[in-house]
């Protein structure tokens, strides 16, 4: 029954990766500022929120489970620790209802910071298969980058109510574009309600899928058993032996996993009992045997479809991303993309047998970084070339929508400062941030109310000095924790700082419920990690 209930939720959570970023909604108060529509203001239930509280309604049923099975679950201090802080981030985020000025709006985003956080902890908890999650990451990735080459190519967002998508045309007033010499180019959204958001999707999802193309295989039992456990000498003679089976390269691309030590069990060793064989080298001829009993051609050709879908992913989503034009997105994908490649290169081997197998399958692995590095470089050329103009105006700040987006963003960090220094104790309350410019100076149009383009800043304004301190221990406690384990997985630190990138330079990770879920779902992925790597 437990174990049902397990795979219930791993597989609905699978499900609600894939499907998070469509923005399929009922809106069921509509949001008004000075007589006009006020986006900050609009309350709405996601369709996405019926499967996460499917996921939390089974945990809290498996929880009461295993309390009556007497399973008993082993808290790590780093589980322990970050529960600790994230009640007080919680706790205080709810007390900022109090001295907000529009209690139920207040109340909506912390409804919605709470969603996001319990999906933070059950993630934590729950035993899922990073391989299939990164998959469905990476999937809903090549979705949302067709849709939008699509769009962009089409020069119109089409709408469609269903998939919760609004219409948008190179014409409209408020529409996202790139200006240049008198034309309007429409900006890629997919189905996002902005293309910054679509970039910082679509960053991760590009991370994710270059990281699935270098690991869609497993290692040969050679590099997974005996060569760390060196603590006696028959352990380190086994992982000697076993560094010797590491030779033939072929053999070694077509070891599996085993699954654990060999069933085989060892004789008694009493007197005048000996034996012509060392029974642990027995034990591992056994395994070995087992390995390439299951070794078949069929999953070799399986792993080899899985690395050509994990590369053309990594293209299409390039090829989304390009096509949302966001600065933010595309600095964060290419520093993450950058330390990608440092640690790739400069990774220090930390047994014999990792580096014998290195010596083939490693730079195998080094001209794969190659080839795709030259694959993208080559895309990246060819559509710089094809939309230079609309590139160059991006950078060089010379037409006068870019001059007037520049200019209010700074604006935006201006006024964000003025609220700090305002309010800096308490803020002026979760999501109320919108709200408290339109006090300070009404009369303007509903649409100029805008957050600060820093995800940072927009805390400290709405959660006071405390919140924001909280906030940047937390992140700060999860950078270090993935410095950590650098070497050894380096998916966490990237993941890290490209959240911290694109939080300096928009704020879509707080205003909105999908930028809420996916950021804590992000830095629960990482913690994950950390957890299982102690």
């Known amino acids: 029954m437990l174990f049902k209930i397990k795979k219930t939720i791993e597989y609905l959570f699978y499900f609600f990766v894939f499907f998070l970023p469509w923005q399929t909604a009922w809106i069921w108060q509509e949001g008004i500022l000075g007589g006009a529509k006020w986006e900050y203001g609009t309350m709405v239930v996601y369709g996405s929120e019926i499967l996460l509280w499917l996921i939390i309604l089974f945990w809290f049923v498996l929880s009461i489970k295993e ?3 007497k399973v008993k679950s082993q808290k790590s201090k780093v589980y322990i620790f970050i529960f600790l802080y994230f009640y007080i981030f919680i706790l205080w985020s709810g007390l900022s209802i109090i001295w907000s000025a529009d209690k139920s709006l207040a109340f909506y985003w912390y409804f919605h910071l709470l969603e996001a956080v319990a999906l933070f902890f059950v993630v934590i908890n729950l035993k899922i298969d990073w391989r299939k999650f990164f998959w469905a990451l990476a999937l809903s990735g090549v979705a949302q980058s067709v849709l939008a080459v699509w769009q962009f190519l089409s020069q119109q967002v089409v709408a ?3 998939l919760g998508i609004a219409s948008h045309f190179p014409a409209d007033l408020g529409a996202s574009v790139v200006s240049y010499d008198g034309y309007r180019w429409l900006r890629a959204y997919g189905s996002f309600n902005h293309p910054n958001a679509l970039g910082g999707f679509l960053a991760v999802c590009f991370l994710i899928a270059l990281f699935l193309y270098f690991n869609n295989t497993t290692p040969p039992p050679c590099l997974k058993r005996g060569v760390r456990r060196t603590g006696s000498s028959e352990a380190s003679s086994e992982g000697a032996r076993l560094n010797a089976d590491c030779r033939d390269h072929k053999e070694r691309q077509a070891l599996p996993r085993t699954g654990g030590r060999s069933k085989i069990k060892t004789p008694p060793n009493g007197p005048g009992q000996s034996q012509s064989l060392p029974w642990s080298r027995l034990s591992t001829l056994a395994s070995l045997a087992s390995a390439r009993r299951y070794a078949t051609p069929l999953k070799q050709g399986e792993e080899h479809g899985k690395k050509i879908l994990s590369a053309a992913s990594v293209v299409v989503i390039f090829a989304g991303l390009f096509f949302s034009f966001s600065r ?12 990608f490649i440092i640690v790739k290169t400069r990774r220090r081997l930390v047994s014999t047998a990792e580096k014998k197998y290195v ?5 195998a692995s080094l001209r794969g970084l ?4 030259v694959y993208l470089i080559v895309i990246a050329v060819i559509l710089f070339f094809i939309y230079q103009p609309l590139v160059t105006t991006r950078f060089t700040q010379t037409e006068r929508l870019e001059i007037k987006s520049s200019a209010e963003r700074v604006a935006s960090l201006g006024e964000a400062g003025q609220t700090i220094k305002e309010n800096w104790l308490l803020g002026v309350g979760v999501g109320n941030y919108t709200y408290h410019q339109y006090q300070k100076n009404p009369g303007q149009p509903a649409f100029a109310y805008q957050p600060a383009h820093n995800l940072y800043l927009l805390i400290f304004s709405e959660l006071g000095v405390v919140g924001f301190i909280i906030f940047i221990f937390l992140y700060f406690y999860i950078f270090i924790t993935s410095l950590k384990i650098l070497k050894n997985n380096p998916v966490p630190f990237i993941l890290v700082v490209t959240l911290l990138i694109a939080g300096l330079f928009d704020h879509y990770f707080w205003t909105s419920y999908f930028g809420l879920v996916f950021f804590w779902l992000v830095l629960a992925i990482i913690l994950h990690f950390r957890v299982r790597d102690r």
């Open 359 to 363: 010596e083939t399958h490693g730079n």
């Open 160 to 162: 469609n109510k269903w």
């Open 370 to 373: 190659v080839k795709i590095t």
């Open 328 to 339: 933010s997105a595309w600095l964060a994908a290419g520093v993450g993309y950058l330390i």
């Open 67 to 69: 309390r009556k099975s």
